[in-house]
């Protein structure tokens, strides 16, 4: 019995030793998505970094092209490895020393970067091998190019002049692997390296690859490559994101559409406008179940191809154009009306339909810029505040007691910036902070103080420096909306009031995509480029701009056709006047 128990003693212990010296788990991903991830990490990287791909010496996509098959059909990590060493060897010089890049790296203030971009994979020997790992490492910093050249992106470092050079194929064949990730690893690389919130996502934007690859591995035409690209970048939170076509998101949802117009109110989409006369919805029904399902939860099934900053701030993309969506034209709707739920079989339209009918409908609207209300307030709708009439509409607008800016929709660009003029005496406080892309360090952020719509104006007005100034806002504010009611905030007598904007600032660029749309155009994908801050770098992105005052429409008014928000923003001026 003693040496039974000395031998299962020692087996014991065998067992033991043998199980604390196992090899860690391996990845739930195959050799081949192991190996392609590597690949689009490491094409990334140099893309964006080497000369030989700014002198034009080099085709990046040509490149990338060569090399999956090599990469796809390696049977280890070893081997991977030496050949994309091998490729990048073969790519020319690129160790060219200490250059001015480097020295302007050093001299910049380290609590003014903000590098996003996780380039921590490209010093692990362990992953790559030592000889691949250190010559990555020469060109971290991007070594000065001398001569003319035609970089992935143009960057001068300021606002505006961002510009990715990509090549569009009108022979992409969605049936082919290699097409599918060319595809792929251009929009995975230029989120990497040109979007400033990679740290505010839900996920890890690098452990989000694999899963795509995998999926792409397994598409095998449009529809299938088309979504995995949207359900992808959806993942960003950033409602800038958009493709020029959408056509299977439309095919995937439903191309019949019920045609309303849809608000969020008390926690559900509310009818607001109905653009058919033979519809049975009434204007302040709240949705409550759509085909048999609750809303709430059609809205997650949407968002899954639509980038919202958070679930419950849902767009209009959301709301107007994918919501109501069935492949069948009849479709259950069961609504809350005057506190009853009723049920209705709804007629839906082809998209072309719908907007036709809003076109029409708008078409025969007074556009009303501003008006001056019976309470000698001025009312200005800055959807069509234009820089042409900016001074007539302020002109009527000199005598009046106070002014209402109505940013519920978008401003027009100049006409906008130029209403500081008339809301400030001078420069006044710094509204935001501005994070540009730094041209020799691909996904690191330079931020500044930025001072547009203020500085860049010479003339500064004033009349409505002293008097009482209301912004209404709510989700229909956003990207530049929000930038100008940042501006506007800094001016002492103005307050933001109505509802959260929908957090998505900064500037919106587009990079072309290399498939073309059904009718031959090229197709573009459009996300943040730049980052912006509140003026001692507040979060703004997914947050939004929270209202001075919180004021939120309700269904009864919406029924009565009431303007809460700016019956709100009268009443508020009023006020100021009366102390």
Not at 108 to 127: G, T, V
Not at 434 to 441: A, E, F, R
Request: charge should be negative; proline fraction near 4%; glycine fraction near 6%.
């Amino acid at each position: 019995m003693k040496n039974i128990a000395k031998l299962v003693a020692v087996l014991l212990c065998i067992c033991m030793l043998f199980t604390s010296c196992a090899p860690a788990e391996t990845s739930e991903y195959s050799q081949e998505v192991q190996n392609l991830e590597k690949l689009c990490l490491v094409w990334g990287y140099s893309k964006y970094r080497h000369p030989a791909f700014y002198t034009g010496e080099k085709d990046w996509d040509e490149e990338l092209l060569a090399l999956i098959p090599q990469v796809q059909e390696a049977k280890t990590d070893k081997e991977t490895n030496q050949i994309l060493y091998d490729w990048f060897e073969s790519l020319g010089q690129a160790d060219f020393g200490e250059t001015r890049n480097h020295q302007s790296w050093k001299n910049q203030d380290p609590d003014k970067i903000d590098i996003q971009a996780d380039i921590s994979w490209s010093k692990d020997n362990n992953y790559l091998g030592e000889k691949l790992s250190s010559a990555l490492q020469k060109i971290e910093i991007l070594p000065t190019v001398k001569g003319e050249s035609t970089p992935p992106v143009k960057n001068n470092g300021s606002n505006g002049m961002l510009q990715f050079n990509e090549k569009n194929y009108p022979d992409f064949d969605y049936g082919d692997l290699n097409d599918r990730l060319l595809g792929l690893f251009r929009v995975w690389n230029a989120v990497e390296y040109y979007f400033p919130y990679l740290d505010l996502m839900d996920e890890n934007w690098h452990d989000l690859l694999p899963e795509y690859i995998s999926q792409m591995l397994n598409a095998n035409d449009r529809h299938s490559y088309d979504l995995i690209l949207a359900s992808m970048t959806a993942k960003l939170r950033d409602p800038h994101v958009s493709f020029t076509d959408t056509e299977s998101i439309t095919e995937e949802l439903g191309e019949y559409l019920i045609p309303v117009n849809l608000m969020l109110i008390e926690g559900y989409p509310v009818v607001v406008d109905i653009f058919s006369k033979d519809c049975q919805l009434q204007i302040g029904d709240s949705i409550r179940k759509f085909n048999g399902q609750e809303i709430w939860e059609v809205i997650k099934e949407r968002q899954k191809y639509i980038s919202t900053s958070t679930d419950e701030k849902v767009r209009s993309m959301v709301l107007n154009d994918y919501l109501l969506t069935s492949h069948e034209q009849m479709m259950e709707i069961i609504v809350l009306r005057d506190g009853k739920e009723q049920t209705f079989e709804v007629k839906g339209y082809t998209r072309q339909e719908v907007y036709g009918q809003i076109r029409e409908i708008a078409s025969k609207k007074k556009i009303i810029t501003s008006k001056i209300l019976e309470e000698n307030i001025g009312y200005i709708q800055m959807g069509t505040l234009t820089e042409e009439n900016i001074n007539e509409t302020m002109d009527k607008m000199v005598e009046t007691d106070g002014l209402i800016l109505d940013l519920r929709v978008y401003p027009h660009y100049n006409a906008a910036l130029l209403m500081q003029r008339y809301l400030s005496k001078g420069l006044g406080k710094v509204p935001m902070q501005w994070g540009d892309p730094m041209t020799y360090y691909p996904g690191a952020y330079l931020y500044r103080d930025q001072t547009m719509g203020m500085n860049t104006i010479s003339e500064h007005k004033g009349e409505y420096s002293e008097k009482p100034v209301v912004v209404i806002i709510d989700e229909g504010t956003w990207s530049f909306g929000e930038y100008i009611a940042m501006i506007y905030q800094t001016n002492e007598n103005v307050i933001l009031l109505g509802e959260n904007t929908i957090g998505s600032d900064g500037d919106r660029k587009t990079i072309l995509l290399p498939d073309q749309t059904s009718q031959g155009e090229k197709r573009e994908f459009s996300f943040t480029c730049f980052g912006v801050y509140g003026p001692n770098m507040e979060q703004v992105q997914r947050i939004g701009l929270t209202p001075d005052i919180e004021v939120h429409p309700t269904i009864e008014g919406i029924k009565e056709g009431k303007d809460e928000l700016k019956e709100a923003a009268v009443t508020y001026i009023q006020e100021q006047n009366a102390k």
